[in-house]
C-alpha cells in the first residue's frame, strides 16, 4: 500500500513521498518483532527494493542522501529488532521452561510435605502411645499392689480404708491424664470472638493471687497495647495463660517475679504476650521438647499441659515459643491474632 502510494503521487509533493517513506519503518519493524530477523530482514530488503526502484525511476531529479539514507536504515532497524526480538523470545521460552520446572518442583515439595506430615502423624501417635502406657503404668501396679492387700485376710478395717483411698487417687489419676489425652487429640472447636487482652490477662492473674502470693512471688504487667483486641475463644485463651502462668509459679517454689508482657504488630495483626519468670529455667536441649506431648521436668507432671495449650493456639492461627531469659529463668511468648472487622465468627479446629 505505501509503495503504490509513492508510484501514484506527484513527484513534486516531496514531504508526502518523505511521510510515505517513514511509513515503511512500521511494517519492517512489526514484522521483525513478531516474527525474528530472518523475516524481518527480508521484508526490509523486499521494502528497499521496491523503494530503490522508484527512487531510480522517479525521484532521481531530487536530493537522493536522505532516501539513500533510509534504505539502509530499514535494514540496519530490521536486523536490530529482529536479533532483540530473538533474544526476547528465548528469554520467554527460558522463562515459561523455568517456571514449568518451579512448578513441577512445587508439586513434588507439596506431595512431599505431606508424606511427611503423615509420617509426623504416625510418629506422634507412637510417641503418644508409648507415653499413655508409660503414664498408666504406675497408678495400675499401685492399684494392683492395693487390691491384692485388700483382698487378703491380714489388712485391718483402718487399712483397707487406706488403700481405698490409694485406689481412689490412682483412678483419678488416670482419669486425669485420659481427660487431658483428649484436650490434646480433639480440642473443642473455638468459639472466635474479639477479645480484650487485657481482660484476659487480669481475669486469669486473679485466679493465681493467692498462690503467688503464698509462694512469695510479685507479679509484674507490662503491657505496650494500644488497643490490645485479639480474635480468640476467651474460654481457650484463659486455659492456655492459666496453664503457662502455673509453670511459671511452680518453677519459682522458692520466690521470685513473674512478669506477663503483652505488644502488638499492627503490620502483620498480632498481639503477642509474653509470661517470664526467674525460676531455673529449662536446659538448652530441653527447649525444643516441651511442647511436645509428654514431655516434662515434673515429678508429678503429665507432660500434656504445655502440649495442649500449643495445640489450642495454633488452632486459634497463632504460635507459641519459648527461650531462655539471658539471666534467669524461662519466657513463653504467645502470638495471637488481632481483633477481626468481620466480627464475630466461629473457626473450625484443626488437628495437626
Known amino acids: 500500500m505505501i509503495s503504490v502510494l509513492h508510484f501514484i503521487s506527484p513527484l513534486n509533493r516531496l514531504e508526502l513521498h518523505d511521510l510515505l517513506e517513514h511509513l515503511y519503518y512500521i511494517p519492517i519493524l512489526l514484522i521483525a518483532f513478531w516474527y525474528g530477523v530472518i523475516p524481518g530482514v527480508a521484508f526490509a530488503l523486499l521494502t528497499s527494493t521496491v523503494y530503490l526502484v522508484h527512487i531510480v525511476t522517479g525521484l532521481g531529479q531530487y536530493e537522493l542522501l536522505d532516501p539513500m539514507a533510509h534504505l539502509v536504515l530499514y535494514n540496519f ?4 529488532v529482529g536479533t532483540l526480538s530473538g533474544r526476547l523470545q528465548s528469554q520467554l521460552r527460558h522463562t515459561r521452561a523455568i517456571s514449568s520446572e518451579l512448578a513441577e518442583a512445587y508439586a513434588e515439595l507439596k506431595a512431599t510435605t505431606e508424606s511427611l506430615r503423615r509420617a509426623d502423624r504416625l510418629a506422634a501417635l507412637g510417641q503418644l502411645s508409648a507415653g499413655i502406657a508409660h503414664e498408666i503404668r504406675n497408678p495400675l501396679g499401685s492399684i494392683k499392689g492395693a ?7 491380714g489388712p485391718t478395717a483402718e487399712e483397707k480404708q487406706e488403700f481405698a483411698s490409694i485406689i481412689r487417687q490412682e483412678v483419678a489419676r488416670i482419669n486425669n491424664l485420659i481427660v487431658e489425652f483428649l484436650r490434646f487429640a480433639r480440642p473443642p472447636e473455638p468459639r472466635i470472638e474479639n477479645r480484650d487482652v487485657h481482660g484476659l490477662l487480669s481475669a486469669t492473674v486473679r485466679l493465681l493471687e493467692g498462690l503467688a502470693s503464698r509462694h512469695n512471688i510479685k507479679i509484674v ?3 505496650s497495647c494500644s ?3 485479639v480474635s480468640a475463644d476467651e474460654d481457650q485463651i484463659r486455659q ?17 517475679v513473674l512478669t506477663l508482657a503483652c505488644s502488638e504488630d499492627g503490620d502483620s495483626n498480632t498481639v503477642t504476650i509474653e509470661v517470664s519468670d526467674t525460676g531455673p529455667g529449662v536446659d538448652e536441649d530441653d527447649l ?6 509428654f514431655f516434662t521436668t515434673k515429678a508429678q507432671g503429665t507432660g500434656l499441659g504445655l502440649s495442649v495449650a500449643d495445640q489450642l493456639v495454633r488452632n486459634h492461627g497463632g504460635e507459641m515459643a519459648a527461650r531462655r531469659n539471658e539471666t534467669e529463668g524461662l519466657t513463653v511468648s504467645i502470638r495471637l491474632p488481632g481483633a477481626s472487622a468481620v466480627g464475630d465468627r466461629s473457626r473450625p479446629a484443626t488437628v495437626g
Open 77 to 80: 532497524m530490521a536486523l536490530l
Open 147 to 153: 487390691v491384692e492387700i485388700l483382698c487378703s485376710s
Open 221 to 223: 504487667r507490662r503491657c
Open 227 to 229: 488497643t490490645g483486641r
Open 240 to 256: 492456655v495463660l492459666l496453664n503457662v502462668l502455673l509453670n511459671a509459679v511452680e518453677a519459682m517454689a522458692d520466690g521470685g
Open 288 to 293: 525444643e521438647h516441651i511442647f511436645n506431648p
